[in-house]
């Protein structure tokens, strides 16, 4: 009889912490390349499943619905924006723009459009040059107020929303200086930025790829929960805006919704490289 019990209280505790691990976990940390845990294949039909407020979460976050995308859009504005938020508009799709600062003078009226249509306009980098924003702390954070100076002259927002400029996971920067991306995100983690990375990659930055292999690389990632799309806004990139439709499309008839993103976003980190 005692044992009994004795086996019921350890499944009972088992079950417990874990629960408690589950809900704890408020960052996903994924591997480039690598298929996220929560994967589960498209054709099933998943609950919506709220997410419980931790004190141990470094942000705080209100609820978050799976089956979420999260289109982003790196390296831009460019003269394909325009098209970008056209697309946008019509499907009513919000997405985020991690900008840079190298064209936004010249495309200062599309990114306020895209702000003023209500996409995130978030923070990529001034110069999106890694040997001079990853040779020092100070010149990393040099370059943010900078860009984020820029964004703010724009959109009067004070954006806190940040993509590095080769992911978290980079480890091109250990060429400029020994663990500086880990001491970046302590900093950022501390002063109340938040930085995304991705969990899908539409392999966009590589050479010319097809719209149907961006197509493809994006929707074949698609899972269960948070799907960051990692995707590129520039002047090369005009397979990314073909595909672009499509997927929106895919994802729709396939129990997708979409979203911007925001500091309430769960946060998806590449594993430190450096
Ligand atoms: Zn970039």
Redesign the pocket.
Same mark, same amino acid.
């Given at each position: 009889m005692n044992k009994k019990i004795f086996i019921i209280i350890l499944v009972i505790l088992l079950i417990m912490g874990i629960c408690i691990l589950k809900f704890n976990k408020k960052v996903e940390i994924v591997k480039v390349g690598e298929i996220p845990k929560a994967f589960t294949p498209r054709s099933v039909n998943l609950p919506i499943k709220e997410l419980t407020k931790s004190k141990k979460n470094i942000h705080s976050y209100s609820k978050v619905s799976d089956n979420t995308i999260y289109l982003t859009f /790196? /390296?831009g504005p460019s003269y394909l924006t325009s098209q970008i938020l056209d697309i946008l508009k019509e499907e009513k799709v919000a997405a985020t723009f991690?900008v840079?600062g190298s064209s936004l003078d010249k495309y200062r009226d599309v990114v306020k459009r895209a702000y003023n249509e209500g996409h995130t306009v978030a923070l &990529?980098?001034n110069t &999106?040059n890694y040997k001079q924003i990853y040779s020092s702390d100070e010149n990393y954070f040099n370059d943010l107020d900078t860009i984020k100076a820029k964004i703010y002259q724009i959109t009067g927002v004070n954006s806190r929303i940040i993509?590095l400029?080769?992911g978290s996971s980079n480890t091109i920067s250990k060429k400029y200086n020994k663990g500086i991306i880990t001491r970046i995100t302590n900093k950022l983690n501390d002063t109340g930025y938040y930085y995304f990375d991705w969990n899908i990659d539409s392999m966009d930055a590589s050479g010319k790829l097809s719209s149907e292999a961006i197509y493809n690389n994006t929707i074949l990632g698609l899972h269960h929960g948070t799907n960051i799309v990692l995707m &590129?806004d520039a002047s090369t990139k005009k397979t990314t805006l073909e595909a672009l439709k499509k997927i929106i499309e895919y994802g729709k008839e396939n129990g997708y919704t979409f979203a911007k993103i925001s500091k309430n976003t769960r946060a998806i980190h590449h594993h430190i490289n450096n």
């Amino acid at each position: 009889m005692n044992k009994k019990i004795f086996i019921i209280i350890l499944v009972i505790l088992l079950i417990m912490g874990i629960c408690i691990l589950k809900f704890n976990k408020k960052v996903e940390i994924v591997k480039v390349g690598e298929i996220p845990k929560a994967f589960t294949p498209r054709s099933v039909n998943l609950p919506i499943k709220e997410l419980t407020k931790s004190k141990k979460n470094i942000h705080s976050y209100s609820k978050v619905s799976d089956n979420t995308i999260y289109l982003t859009f /790196d /390296d831009g504005p460019s003269y394909l924006t325009s098209q970008i938020l056209d697309i946008l508009k019509e499907e009513k799709v919000a997405a985020t723009f991690f900008v840079i600062g190298s064209s936004l003078d010249k495309y200062r009226d599309v990114v306020k459009r895209a702000y003023n249509e209500g996409h995130t306009v978030a923070l &990529h980098s001034n110069t &999106h040059n890694y040997k001079q924003i990853y040779s020092s702390d100070e010149n990393y954070f040099n370059d943010l107020d900078t860009i984020k100076a820029k964004i703010y002259q724009i959109t009067g927002v004070n954006s806190r929303i940040i993509r590095l400029p080769g992911g978290s996971s980079n480890t091109i920067s250990k060429k400029y200086n020994k663990g500086i991306i880990t001491r970046i995100t302590n900093k950022l983690n501390d002063t109340g930025y938040y930085y995304f990375d991705w969990n899908i990659d539409s392999m966009d930055a590589s050479g010319k790829l097809s719209s149907e292999a961006i197509y493809n690389n994006t929707i074949l990632g698609l899972h269960h929960g948070t799907n960051i799309v990692l995707m &590129h806004d520039a002047s090369t990139k005009k397979t990314t805006l073909e595909a672009l439709k499509k997927i929106i499309e895919y994802g729709k008839e396939n129990g997708y919704t979409f979203a911007k993103i925001s500091k309430n976003t769960r946060a998806i980190h590449h594993h430190i490289n450096n």
